[in-house]
């Protein structure tokens, strides 16, 4: 009987496992957006921080980011348990964040006079150069900065995560959340130390005696702002696709209205809804936009006449 009960829980086990393997999959999927955006916002955020200061810059950031999830993770579950329509809610709020950031960039990089400007390379750069200027109390401002900015995109992954582990158990939710948070954050920023990384690497092999270094040098030295440009390129367009895929099938009629569409394409269905989740996520996020950029300007005209 022993015997028996034994194979049993591990049978039970072992479904379980699967279960949170595939679910984990299916999350890790719909957080691709929010993951490329992150890996992009994060190397950019150590841009400008003196070489020798970049992996220190990255690790506090990281201790920070493992710190957020110490907090989301207890929390999305508590959230579920107690009220889960709450989920849905914040799910939706996720992606009209993600297709909000997405249509800023694309505003910001085309025409960056409709949007205020950001100071914050500026200062960065100036900081570096000021001998006059504590720079490890920058950094430490720096480094709350990007704490702050991870709180909110580890926040999305999460919660989205949770979405996709809809209807599973308690333990199944938990184990998936602490897997795709680990995961995330120790790849993440395991890149970002090694992108960041990639130049000096590059310095370091062209001083070498060997041809092949030095081409290998070479090829680092100029492959490292062609990464990041990728990296920023697509973390905007998978921006779009989760962003407007959260709102699409968040909301009925324009899910819907997708799934016709889509279905008279044929073959082809997969890459329409796709493109309409797409086109959907940056027309709203073009009007969430908008509407910031007015409150923005209101504000600062009240500000202006109070003075």
Not at 246 to 271: M, W
């Amino acid at each position: 009987m022993a015997g028996a009960s034994l194979l049993a829980l591990l049978d039970d086990i072992s479904l379980i496992l699967d279960d949170v393997s595939l679910m984990t999959k299916v999350a890790a999927k719909k957080t691709a957006g929010v993951l490329g955006d992150d890996l992009a916002l994060n190397a950019e955020q150590v841009t400008g921080v003196k070489a020798d200061r970049e992996l220190a810059v990255v690790w506090a950031v990281a201790k920070g980011s493992f710190v957020n999830k110490l907090i989301l993770v207890p929390a999305a579950l508590l959230i579920s348990a107690i009220y889960p329509p709450l989920v849905t809610f914040l799910l939706m709020c996720g992606g009209l964040y993600l297709a909000y950031e997405g249509a800023e960039k694309i505003i910001h990089k085309f025409w960056p006079h409709l949007l205020p400007h950001d100071e914050e390379q500026k200062k960065r750069l100036r900081a570096n150069a000021d001998d006059t200027i504590d720079l490890v109390a920058f950094e430490k401002e720096k480094i709350k900065g990007a704490v702050r900015t991870d709180f909110v995109l580890s926040a999305e992954i999460i919660v989205i995560a949770l979405g996709s582990a809809a209807g599973a158990t308690l333990l199944e939710k938990s184990l998936v959340l602490s897997i795709i948070a680990v995961t995330i954050t120790i790849g993440v920023y395991g890149l970002v130390a090694g992108i960041v990384k990639m130049d000096d690497l590059g310095l370091h092999l062209m001083k070498k005696s060997s041809n092949v270094q030095q081409k290998t040098g070479a090829f680092l030295l100029s492959f490292a702002p062609k990464l990041m440009k990728f990296l920023s390129i697509a973390g905007t367009i998978a921006m779009f696709l989760v962003g407007g895929g959260i709102l699409v099938h968040g909301i009925d009629f324009l899910h819907h209205e997708v799934e016709d569409l889509a279905h008279l394409t044929g073959i082809f269905e997969s890459a329409t809804t796709m493109l309409l989740n797409a086109l959907v996520g940056l027309i709203v996020g073009v009007i969430v936009v908008a509407i910031v950029t007015m409150i923005g300007k209101m504000r600062d005209n009240k500000s202006s006449s109070a003075h």
